[in-house]
């Protein structure tokens, strides 16, 4: 059975920071791409971080030099550093499990990030 557990968000101040994690399950973790997501009611949504299993990287424009992803392998976790936190970033944050095929691909629940004073 497969699952992906999001956990660590919450609120934070503008300027603050969260971290992000997301624990996997029930899949070969380290076969697959994996990345974090996010929407917002007016939105769709938006790629926000992806790893790949040789741990290359590609974000966001919005999160591009405050967010960092990374992945701890032997873990099978999933993780999402953000940092000087803005307003806009409020949204549900989602993780996903790709292959580069596209196929099969696993969300999470998702956690609720709210960035305000």
């Known amino acids: 059975q497969v699952q992906l557990v999001e956990s660590g968000g919450g609120l934070a101040q503008p300027g603050g920071s969260l971290r992000l994690s997301c624990a996997a399950s029930?899949?070969?973790?380290?076969?697959?791409?994996m990345g974090w997501y996010r929407q917002t009611p007016k939105e769709q949504r938006e790629m926000v971080a992806e790893?790949?299993?040789?741990?290359?990287?590609n974000y966001g424009n919005s999160v591009k030099g405050r967010f960092g992803i990374s992945r701890d392998n032997a873990r099978n976790t999933v993780f999402l550093q953000m940092n000087s936190l803005e307003p806009e970033d409020t949204a549900i944050y989602y993780c996903?499990?790709?292959?580069?095929?596209?196929?099969?691909?696993?969300w999470g629940q998702g956690t609720q990030v709210t960035v305000s004073s």
């Open positions: 029930g899949f070969t973790f380290s076969d697959y791409i």
């Open positions: 996903r499990a790709r292959r580069r095929s596209g196929f099969p691909d696993y």
């Open positions: 790893i790949t299993s040789s741990s290359t990287t």
